[in-house]
């Protein structure tokens, strides 16, 4: 049976290309998007079918689990996608200027979002035989790795995006906990180059969807509740899970 997957943010970047990657394996894609023309146009030029959602707003939120659940009953795969880096110059900044604001504005999408999002579409997805959430985090929410005065990241410092991910990767932890009739994955794309960064990163952002893909369809078996990077690495040393 075709399976049906959610992607909030789906409109571009790494959500887009999950999105696009789904459709290619054949899963019945819901591109979930904030805004209605922008969201229509990708939905359109990806083969998906267009739900509007915001994750900051409830009212959205629960609109698009009421149409998922009228047309559809279940939901196999959720992927909250949407994130942001935040606006304030002061989120790019040094801890010691980071203001209140600042924190909530990313908190509420990244963190609040998510959980608003997952808990609306859970019931959906608990009528599902073997489902799958992925939280698309990031490895600079890992306190390991962003401490190591070995590793690359240790030149980050900047509270409202790190955290927010450090964030989601316990609410990932805390939900596999929970949900053990359904899976539940943290996935790191990888610096890849979109609007968030400028542009900036190294890989695309097809690259970045690979390990959400590879998650959402259960093609590589790997343990819930854990943050996976690069998954051509199971098996391996380091074997692609990322210490929190
Ligand atoms: P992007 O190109 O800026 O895409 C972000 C997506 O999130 C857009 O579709 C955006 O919609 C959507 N979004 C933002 N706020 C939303 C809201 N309130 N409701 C619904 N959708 C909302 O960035 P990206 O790099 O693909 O980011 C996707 C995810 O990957 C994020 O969670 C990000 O933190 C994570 N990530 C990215 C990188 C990287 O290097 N790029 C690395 C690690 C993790 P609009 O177009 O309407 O703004």
Redesign the pocket.
């Known amino acids: 049976m075709t399976q049906i997957a959610l992607i909030?943010?789906?409109?571009?970047?790494?959500?887009y290309e999950t999105a696009r990657l789904l459709v290619e394996r054949g899963f019945a894609v819901l591109a979930?998007?904030?805004?209605t023309t922008?969201g229509r146009q990708a939905a359109d030029a990806l083969g998906a079918t267009f739900v509007q959602?915001?994750?900051?707003d409830d009212a959205s939120i629960q609109r698009a689990a009421a149409a998922v659940q009228a047309e559809y009953g279940h939901l196999d795969v959720l992927i909250n996608?949407?994130?942001?880096?935040g606006d304030h110059a002061e989120a790019r900044g040094l801890p010691s200027g980071t203001t209140r604001e600042a924190v909530r504005q990313v908190f509420e999408?990244?963190v609040f979002?998510v959980i608003s999002v997952t808990n609306a579409f859970l019931p959906l997805l608990r009528e599902a035989s073997a489902a799958r959430i992925v939280n698309?985090?990031?490895e600079?929410g890992s306190i390991a790795s962003t401490t190591d005065p070995s590793g690359p990241l240790y030149q980050l410092v900047g509270i409202p995006y790190p955290t927010s991910?450090t964030a989601l990767n316990m609410v990932t932890a805390m939900y596999a906990k929970e949900l053990t009739e359904i899976d539940v994955f943290a996935a790191?794309?990888?610096?890849?180059a979109?609007?968030?960064?400028g542009h900036a990163?190294y890989r695309t952002?097809s690259q970045?969807a690979e390990v959400v893909v590879a998650l959402a369809t259960g093609e590589v078996e790997v343990p819930s509740g854990k943050l996976w990077g690069d998954l051509a690495l199971l098996g391996k040393e380091g074997d692609g899970v990322i210490p929190w």
């Open positions: 909030t943010g789906s409109n571009k970047g790494i959500g979930a998007a904030r805004d922008r959602l915001d994750v900051t996608n949407a994130g942001l880096i999408t990244n979002g698309v985090s990031s600079v991910k790191n794309p990888g610096y890849c979109t609007d968030l960064n990163g952002p970045g």
